[in-house]
């Protein structure tokens, strides 16, 4: 695994951490760098994901009263290899689907949801003329 300051990271606001570290870890196969009740972080590739629960810093208030939550269109995007095969997987596991498998020009994409509302995008590339 590249070293933490080599990583892309990438937050989201989750409902509960524990649940959040089963999801990723479990179902996406992220591997679990840290875990504290309020916090922890995820790891899959070069892409670091922070998890912050509703005791950490990052959910404080803004100065205007509007507090981070979870969920949005955001998303990350996790390439595979044979979408159908993840989407049989995933469905066994119980992940909740947003919607079904779209295929465009650059490849077919599903959207997943997290313990707490957050999208994963899973993207097959379309095969590349030779």
């Known amino acids: 695994m590249p070293a933490t300051h080599e990583m892309v990271s990438v937050r989201y606001m989750v409902d509960d951490v524990a ?12 591997e679990a760098l840290t875990s504290f009740p309020a916090f922890a972080d995820v790891a899959r590739g070069n892409l670091r994901l922070l998890l912050s629960g509703p005791a950490s ?5 803004m100065p205007d009263g509007v507090k981070p939550r979870p969920g949005g269109w955001n998303r990350i ?31 077919k994409q599903v959207l997943i949801l997290d313990p707490s509302g957050n999208v994963v995008e899973l993207f097959q590339p379309a095969a590349r003329p030779v």
């Open 19 to 30: 649940k959040a570290v089963a999801f990723y870890t479990g179902v996406l196969g992220f």
């Open 77 to 107: 995007h996790l390439i595979v290899d044979d979408i159908a095969a993840e989407v049989a997987r995933l469905k066994a596991a119980g992940a909740p689907f947003r919607n079904d498998v779209l295929e465009g020009p650059g490849g």
């Open 57 to 61: 810093s990052a959910a404080r208030p």
